[in-house]
């Protein structure tokens, strides 16, 4: 699944490549599947962040901060503890991403541009949400690798296929389309402090958002150590006994019920 995110990546640089003959809806579908094969990459950035992706804990936590979050112009290690702590305080003030269940907070304005300043948020302030001075020292070790890696990868793209591949194909789904799939995912999984099981998605939803067993992102929540293979093994939440999972079957549905 990981190679497979890594290879939509590719095909999306490459497709954008044969939009320059003049068909503009390659260079619109190469920057879709691209973006598409990034927030894969950021699905197996959450398992890495469990030690889920491998059994090995270093080759987690390098393929997990290499591959995943400097691709992705994040940090892994403060992204980590924020993740952790979100965690251990959903459905609490404490939770550092309780936007994406606060009704009173989850509105028509966490559209448009809102999830793109929350992810440059993520970025630059980690140290204002949680760790403190700990979490500032983790964000300056990491920063500069997160620089080179993204400078060589524009270099590269640039070198071999020109400045308006890497634009279309890197950069917009980078710091747009990707960060929006991945708004309207955690929206839909987490709105109104319920955790959702989705049931039988239609499979372009399932591949868009539901890789790496986040169709049934809610068993995740009750319990972190089991690999997302084996989520599906969990009862179904209609016997569960916790009132916080429910079942849906759209992301996109859930997502725009949440925005309403």
Known sequence: MLLTAVCEVLGGLVLVQFSKSGHFSLALSGA??????????????????????????????????VLCSWFLFTQFAPL????????????????????????????????????????FRRIWFFG?????????????????????????ICVSIVVFAGPMVYFVGWFVPLFSLM????????????????????????????WVFGRFGFASHGYHHKDPRLRWFELSKESSP??????????????????AWAMR
Not at 43 to 58: G, T, V
Not at 134 to 142: D, H, P, T, Y
Request: aromatic share 8%.
């Open 32 to 65: 879709v599947v691209t973006s598409i094969g990034m927030h894969a990459l950021g699905l197996a950035q959450h398992e890495s962040f469990h030690r889920l992706l491998f059994k090995s804990p270093k080759l987690n936590d390098n393929v997990g901060r």
């Open 80 to 119: 980590k503890r924020l993740h952790l702590a979100h965690h251990r305080g959903f459905g609490l003030t404490a939770d550092p991403d309780r936007w994406h269940w606060d009704g009173q907070r989850n509105s028509r304005q966490s559209l448009g541009l809102l999830f793109q300043i929350l992810l």
């Open 128 to 152: 204002d949400i949680v760790g403190g001075g700990k979490q500032r020292r983790l964000m300056s070790a990491e920063f500069p690798w997160i620089i080179l890696v993204q400078a060589s």
């Open 179 to 206: 960060p929006l799939l991945e708004h309207v995912r955690v929206v839909a999984e987490h709105h109104q402090t319920a955790l959702r099981v989705f049931v039988s998605p239609n499979p372009i939803e399932r």
């Open 238 to 255: 209609d016997g569960d006994s916790s009132p916080l999972i429910v079942n849906a079957h759209s992301w996109l549905r859930e997502f």
